[in-house]
Structures are given as C-alpha cells and as structure tokens.
C-alpha cells in the first residue's frame, strides 16, 4: 500500500518536471524543481503519519505548514482537499 501511495504520489511530480522542462526550463532548474517536489511530498508523507499517529489533525497541519514554508505557494504546501 505504501509503494502504490507513493508511486501515485510521484507520478504528477514527474510528469510536472517532463512539462517544465519541455518548456525551455534549463536542466538546473529541472533539478530544482525535482528536489522541490520531493521535499513536498516528504512534507506531506510526514502529515500522513502524523494524522495516522493520531496526533490531531490542528497539530499535523501546524507541522506541514512548517515544512513548507519555503517550498510552496499557501498554506497547505501547494495541496488542499475537501473534507
């Protein structure tokens, strides 16, 4: 279940980085945004195991909130869903 999870996961990062990088983004800059989007999905994997921890969900999104910081545009790491 967690291969498939992250599998998943992965699947639109990578198919994001085929795109920016068929649109004239140098290989540096492919890199950057790969390294980026893996540090999201981290971020988000650690949210996952937080909630499934039971910790609360206020908590968790405290947490991702703080790991994303950097890497993402709004609060929920370039990520919100319907609950």
Same mark, same amino acid.
């Given at each position: ?35 980026? !989007? ?7 994997? $650690? +949210?996952? /195991?937080? %909630?499934?921890? #039971? *910790?609360? !969900? ?7 909130? $703080? +790991?994303? /910081?950097? %890497?993402?545009? #709004? *609060? ?8």
């Amino acid at each position: 279940m967690q291969r498939l999870l992250t599998t998943l996961a992965l699947a639109p990062l990578m198919a994001m980085a085929a795109l920016a990088h068929a649109q004239g983004h140098s290989d540096k800059e492919t890199q950057a945004d790969i390294q980026r !989007h893996r540090a999201m999905a981290a971020a988000h994997e $650690a +949210a996952a /195991k937080c %909630l499934e921890s #039971g *910790k609360g !969900h206020d908590l968790c999104m405290k947490e991702l909130q $703080a +790991a994303c /910081k950097t %890497l993402a545009i #709004g *609060k929920y790491c370039g990520m919100k869903h319907a609950h």
